[in-house]
């Protein structure tokens, strides 16, 4: 007979990232999340946001997988 275990995770590592400080950025994210939106906008050179709808981290991040464009969010890890 199968038994059942619970599921257990532990985070044991994470990306932490700072932005350098002569780029002229902000965001309302941090560590992965952060790191993800700064990569994609410095593809893009988007610095200053100037989409009101990709204004906010989360609505960038949307946006950059609706485009398709993955590899950003390969920066990003847990463990």
């Given at each position: 007979?199968?038994?059942?275990?619970?599921l257990r995770v532990q985070?044991?590592?994470?990306?932490?990232?700072?932005?350098?400080?002569?780029?002229?950025?902000?965001?309302?994210?941090?560590?992965?999340?952060?790191?993800?939106?700064?990569?994609?906008?410095?593809?893009?050179?988007?610095?200053?946001?100037?989409?009101?709808?990709?204004?906010?981290?989360a609505a960038y991040v949307?946006?950059?997988?609706?485009?398709?464009?993955?590899?950003?969010?390969?920066?990003?890890?847990?463990?």
């Open positions: 007979m199968a038994e059942i275990a619970p985070l044991i590592a994470k990306t932490e990232f700072s932005a350098p400080p002569d780029v002229p950025w902000s965001t309302d994210a941090d560590g992965g999340a952060a790191l993800v939106e700064f990569a994609g906008r410095a593809c893009y050179q988007s610095w200053s946001k100037p989409n009101p709808r990709t204004a906010t981290n949307r946006h950059i997988i609706d485009v398709g464009h993955f590899s950003v969010l390969e920066h990003a890890s847990v463990s």
